[in-house]
């Protein structure tokens, strides 16, 4: 497999930060790659740093999702538009996970994997900044996640994935569009599909320039609720 990737990056009112993103991932990432930028509205307050960008960088491409709103959506417009065999989950404001890039690529080629999670939580990860209840609640899902299931990945929660495209195309997601409980789903069903997966710990530190966040804990709370729940009846069938 060669290595190249197409890096698909949702945004979300993220105009500070998307332009460090984008120069950052051009600077550091040295082989084959694309970088997608999907967006949901017109009113994006990013849209006119992104098409500067898209027109400055012939590997970038701006592209409107017109699907559904919501980053689930937005992802899935990305890939579906994305031209290499392996796709990655990014998200704008993650600025610190761009140095594992290059390793997670290699290590999904040289183990022949089809899906490899980010984590903060397992040795050499970290998670720093972004809101103080998100993050706790974060933790504690994927703790107990884990606990429950013994499922071999310590952040299912997180939105940062890489993949061979065929999974997600072969993967039937019916989470509903709120925040990035699709990656919670996506995780789960990955693992019950007995598709080969490993985790990669990840540097996080949440808007260190700013942005503005999705969060919101009751909608989040329920959609996620569901989702556990779910994965922790059809994980104990699986074992």
């Excluded at 600025?95 to 390793?103: R, S, T």
Aim: aromatic letters at 12%.
């Amino acid at each position: 497999m060669k290595k190249e990737i197409s890096i698909i990056l949702p945004i979300h009112n993220e105009k500070d930060s998307l332009p460090i993103m984008i120069r950052l991932l051009n600077s550091s990432i040295k082989f084959t790659k694309e970088i997608i930028i999907v967006y949901d509205t017109e009113k994006e307050n990013a849209l006119n740093v992104a098409k500067e960008l898209s027109d400055e960088f012939e590997n970038v491409k701006l592209i409107h999702n017109t699907k559904a709103r919501g980053v689930k959506h937005a992802v899935d417009v990305g890939i579906q538009n994305a031209k290499y065999d392996v796709v990655m989950i990014f998200a704008v404001d993650e600025i610190f996970p761009v140095i594992a890039i290059d390793k997670m690529l290699t290590h999904l080629i040289e183990n022949d994997l089809d899906f490899i999670s980010g984590t903060r939580y397992s040795k050499g990860g970290i998670r720093l900044g972004g809101s103080f209840l998100g993050a706790i609640f974060s933790r504690t899902a994927n703790k107990l996640f884990n606990l429950f299931t013994n499922i071999p990945l310590t952040d299912c929660t997180t939105g940062i994935k890489m993949m061979k495209k065929k999974v997600w195309n072969e993967i039937q997601l019916e989470s509903k569009p709120i925040g990035w409980a699709y990656a919670f789903e996506l995780t789960i069903k990955v693992y019950l599909g007995n598709y080969k997966v490993d985790e990669f710990p990840l540097k996080s530190v949440d808007r260190l320039f700013g942005g503005s966040s999705t969060f919101k804990f009751g909608p989040w709370l329920i959609e996620y609720m569901k989702w556990f729940i779910w994965g922790v009846k059809n994980v104990k069938k699986k074992k």
